[in-house]
Each structure stands twice: as structure tokens, then as C-alpha cells.
């Protein structure tokens, strides 16, 4: 079975610049996350996907990031315009029915912002 | 404020011993508990899950025990290994679903 699939692995930009994170979850898993781990921390949950449907963005900065996920598969996060702050290891996961199943991540996409 | 604790913030062990990691939480109220292990630069994978009403549940040589009266989980380590070098993440899951929240982890270093 093949895992969580995330692009790219690793991204430098400059302040103010924009960035665009893609994942492919497993297949058949209804449910996607989005992570935000900065070095030393525990991830931190941005957005939940049930299929096509946002279950959970409370912690997403909506004004600089958005998280589409077309077609209930693929998900990309965006964040415009980066701030110094947002440098971390952003993680993608998925699971197979809500949230009370095993989430199973991605390798994650290490954004620095200079 | 629902949170999860970790202790210590990071450990080093000879190979061969054993060792316990802390978790403290707050989650409320409470569904599941999840460890982690994360490799560096690598996503968390998980070891163990248990909900309220279990005590303990291993994997291998991963332990983890849960006290639901005293909101405290422990993650026990049994002959150590170089490749358990990692952190460890606990994660407590609050009822509706979808409210996770992810510790710090603990840094466990693993020396020859």
C-alpha cells in the first residue's frame, strides 16, 4: 500500500513570497490533515478534510493560508504571503473514516522563510 | 484549557536499557490517547492507540499504560535499541472527533 505522498520535500523562499505544499493520501481515505510543526514542537492541526468538506480550520491563519482538497483526493495548502513565523515542517496525513482512526503522515515539506 | 504534557523533554540511554516516557494531559473529555514515534524528517508514525477504558497496550517493545483517573499515560521502552532514537509524540483526542491535540514529544537519544 502506498503511503501519504507529499511534494515538495523541502522549500526555501523569501518573505512575502508565496508557496503551494501538495499531498495524495492514501487511496480510499476519506479523511486529510494538515500539520504545521515547528522544530522542536508537536504538530499543530491547520485544517481537516472529510472528504471535499472542511470538518475543523480553526487554527488555520486564514489570512495568509488556504487548503482546498478538489475531488475529496488531493489536497494543496498555500500560504501568501509567508512570514518569517511560518518556517516549520508542514505534515499531510490521512486517515480512513473521521478522526478516532490511525492517522498515517507523510514525509512533510520543510519550508524555510528567510 | 485541554493540553498534553510531555516529560522529560529529551533522554539518552545506553543501548539495552529500558526506559519510560511521561504524558500528562487534559484532554476533556477524553476519547483515545496516541504515541507517535517520529524519526527525524520523517512524519509521525503511530505505535499505540487506547481509548478510556483501556489500561494497557503494547507493541512490540513499546508499552503504553493509561491512567484515566489521573490523566496520565506512560510509554515504556524495553531493550533499547540504536533505531529507537526518535521523539516520541503523546496525542489526546477530546469526544467529537476531531479536537487532537499533539504533544511536544520527548527527544530519546539511543547511545552505543
Known amino acids: 500500500e502506498a503511503g501519504v505522498a507529499q511534494s515538495p520535500r523541502y522549500k526555501i523562499i523569501e518573505k512575502r513570497q508565496s508557496v503551494a505544499f501538495w499531498c495524495n493520501p492514501i487511496?480510499?481515505?476519506?479523511?486529510l490533515y494538515w500539520y504545521q510543526q515547528i522544530l522542536g514542537q508537536g504538530p499543530k492541526l491547520l485544517i481537516q478534510?472529510?472528504?471535499?468538506?472542511?470538518?475543523?480550520d480553526s487554527q488555520l491563519p486564514k489570512d495568509r493560508f488556504s487548503a482546498e482538497r478538489l475531488k475529496g483526493v488531493d489536497s494543496t495548502l498555500k500560504i501568501q504571503p509567508a512570514k518569517l513565523e511560518d518556517s516549520a515542517v508542514y505534515l499531510c496525513?490521512?486517515?480512513?473514516?473521521?478522526?478516532?482512526?490511525?492517522?498515517?503522515f507523510g514525509p512533510g515539506t520543510r519550508l524555510t522563510v528567510t | 484549557k485541554n493540553q498534553v504534557e510531555q516529560s522529560p523533554q529529551s533522554l539518552i540511554i545506553l543501548e539495552g536499557k529500558n526506559c519510560t516516557l511521561q504524558?500528562?494531559?487534559?484532554?476533556?473529555?477524553?476519547?483515545?490517547l496516541r504515541w507517535y514515534k517520529q524519526d527525524t524528517g520523517r512524519g509521525p508514525v503511530s505505535l499505540t492507540i487506547?481509548?478510556?477504558?483501556?489500561n494497557t497496550k503494547s507493541n512490540g517493545r513499546y508499552t503504553a499504560t493509561l491512567d484515566a483517573d489521573t490523566k496520565q499515560s506512560s510509554l515504556h521502552i524495553t531493550a533499547s535499541q540504536l533505531s529507537d532514537s526518535a521523539s516520541y509524540i503523546c496525542?489526546?483526542?477530546?469526544?467529537?472527533?476531531?479536537?487532537?491535540?499533539f504533544g511536544a514529544g520527548t527527544r530519546l537519544f539511543v547511545k552505543a
Open positions: 487511496s480510499g481515505h476519506a479523511t
Open positions: 478534510f472529510q472528504n471535499n468538506g472542511v470538518v475543523d
Open positions: 496525542v489526546g483526542e477530546g469526544t467529537g472527533g476531531f479536537k487532537t491535540i
Open positions: 496525513a490521512s486517515s480512513s473514516q473521521g478522526s478516532n482512526y490511525e492517522q498515517y
Open positions: 504524558c500528562n494531559y487534559t484532554v476533556s473529555p477524553f476519547s483515545n
Open positions: 487506547m481509548t478510556f477504558s483501556e
